[in-house]
């Protein structure tokens, strides 16, 4: 097992511009700083190539910090008939379970049966996912009668209620993951930075050769020259393949349907439990889950078709009308708008079809590597779960087209991130936010000043220090939003705290914490759609 370094790298931003500046030839150059991004990064890193990475915003700004928060093979996916997603899928949730046992863990689920043939029919088909999983299984798929599903939910609606199905998957903290992605790459040589957008990428003899970047904070530019650019950029992908496509007369078709997904969060004693609800098949076909996570629970989610791409899409009323009228039907005591503590929306990106019918519902989830005739490498799609397999799939990509010389084989399977325990983490992700999410840097957080002064329950003074001398955070939504997830479990609660957070940034950084542009997002992040 490989560890990295046990103190943590500063990320001093004049530092990591004055990199930036300095004139290497990178063999790798990632645009894009969310799940898929990072983990090509930290594996051509921990290759030894020479990887430098721009994100646009802050890292897993978009998507990335926007998911349902669930570690998992797919179950929908198997009956689907994708056993193949599945199986990769089963295989990274083990491996990403095992290198952040800080930030992912196994969680249970259960799937409450108010017809006679849904637990046995559901639960074949579970114990078949189980022996997908083989060795690499969490639990075994139990058939639950109707005390034991209240047992395990004792807020599930009784009236109707025959039984159920547990089974096992995991969970995750998909914000902080990526932030330790980012340090781990980083440890290993890559230079990352965030609020640095490729503004365009450049060309020689019809080929990529490199990308100018732009400081978002000062407007200097930067020249990257590369033998290979990586465009990890997710729901966003396009934009930039239109402007290679049309600096090179190739020009290209869209290739990506994005969906939105929406995720509601309410107090936890709507479901008191350490087990999930998901419900495989709602009015409308899709899934729900009632999540337990950070002292909160999550509902969720959509699955809408979206035409434009948004920064901070925003929720419609009809679908958080669906989430809290689905919810109705499972939970005794059904959520109403005005127990909603947070609603965020995530943008999904779907590899568009050829013969696309607009049904987000039925496009697959699998990702997709694809290289453009000037050598521009864009990978899109897939989901959390697999974004190490992606990684391994876009520089194997890389090499074959001769953009990238060999090197060793991928060595991230067994390469625990930042943070990483060697032994079992005393609090599980159910539980409220706290320094058990800094794995083996909790000691050194609470070594900062402040870390006796508690701006929140799971938030102290030391933490937000910490996020600016080491986390690359430069705003208050960077720490409120990412580094503490506040913004996500309660965001009249993060508002309340931004005067503070902000305070303490301008004393750690010295610039603009941007505490007005979070004050009016936590009020978006606050807002029920009517």
């Known amino acids: ?84 997603l599945v199986r990769e899928a089963l295989h990274e949730r083990t491996t990403l379970l095992h290198n952040a046992p800080h930030l992912a863990q196994p969680l249970a689920f259960v799937m409450p049966s108010y017809k006679f043939w849904e637990t046995p029919f559901y639960g074949v088909g579970l114990k078949m996912y189980d022996a997908l999983a083989g060795k690499a299984g969490l639990g075994a798929t139990e058939f639950l009668g109707r005390a034991q599903a209240l047992r395990c939910l004792p807020t599930a609606r009784p009236e109707g209620l025959k039984g159920g199905v547990k089974y096992w998957d995991g969970q995750f903290d998909d914000a902080r993951l990526a932030l330790a992605l980012a340090r781990t790459a980083a440890a290993h040589g890559a230079l990352l930075v965030n609020y640095c957008p490729a503004r365009e990428l450049i060309h020689e003899a019809g080929k ?142 779907l590899v568009k079809p050829q013969d696309d019918d607009g049904n987000t519902k039925a496009i697959s989830r699998e990702h997709t590597v694809a290289v453009g005739r000037s050598g521009l490498v864009t990978v899109t799609g897939g989901k959390w779960t697999t974004y190490r397999a992606m990684a391994e799939d876009v520089l194997q990509k890389c090499v074959e087209e001769h953009l990238l010389a060999p090197r060793s084989a991928s060595r991230t399977s067994d390469l625990p991130v930042v943070g990483a325990p060697d032994g079992a983490v005393p609090q599980r992700l159910c539980d409220a936010q706290g320094l ?67 305070a303490l940034l301008q004393d750690e950084l010295g610039t603009d914490p941007q505490l007005d542009a979070f004050l009016a997002l936590a009020q978006q992040y606050a807002h029920v759609p009517a």
């Open 208 to 349: 990529v050769a490199g990308l100018v970047c732009e400081d978002a904070e000062t407007g200097r530019r930067f020249e990257i020259r590369a033998a290979c650019v990586v465009n990890a950029t997710g729901v966003w992908v396009d934009g930039l393949r239109q402007q290679d496509g049309e600096a090179t007369g190739n020009p290209v078709r869209p290739m990506v349907a994005p969906s939105q997904g929406v995720h509601i969060v309410v107090d936890r004693d709507f479901l008191p439990s350490d087990h999930a609800l998901m419900v495989p098949k709602t009015a409308d076909g899709r899934v729900l889950f009632a999540v337990p996570w950070l002292g909160k629970l999550i509902l969720g989610t959509t699955d809408s078709p979206r035409h434009d791409l948004a920064r901070e899409p925003v929720a419609l009323h009809e679908e958080v009308a669906f989430i809290l009228g689905e919810s109705a039907r499972y939970l005794r005591r059904a959520p109403q708008a005005a127990d909603v503590r947070s609603i965020w929306v995530g943008l999904r990106p």
């Open 436 to 502: 058990h999410s800094y794995g083996t840097e909790a000691a050194l957080v609470a070594a900062l000043p402040g870390a006796d002064v508690e701006l929140a329950p799971g938030l102290t003074e030391a933490m937000v220090r910490f996020a600016a001398r080491h986390e690359y955070a430069r705003t208050v939504e960077d720490v409120l939003a990412r580094r503490s997830r506040l913004l996500f479990l309660d965001a009249r609660l993060a508002a309340s705290l931004a005067p503070a957070v902000a």
């Open 1 to 84: 097992m490989n560890h990295v370094p046990a103190t943590p790298l500063p990320t001093v931003r004049a530092d990591l511009l004055a990199r930036l500046a300095e004139p290497v030839a990178y063999d790798l150059a990632v645009i894009g700083g969310g799940a898929t991004g990072l983990g090509v990064a930290l594996d051509a890193a921990t290759r030894g190539y020479r990887v430098v990475l721009v994100e646009s915003h802050d890292f897993a700004k978009g998507t990335s910090s926007r998911a349902t928060k669930l570690v998992h093979g797919g179950v929908r996916y198997l009956a689907q008939g994708n056993i193949s």
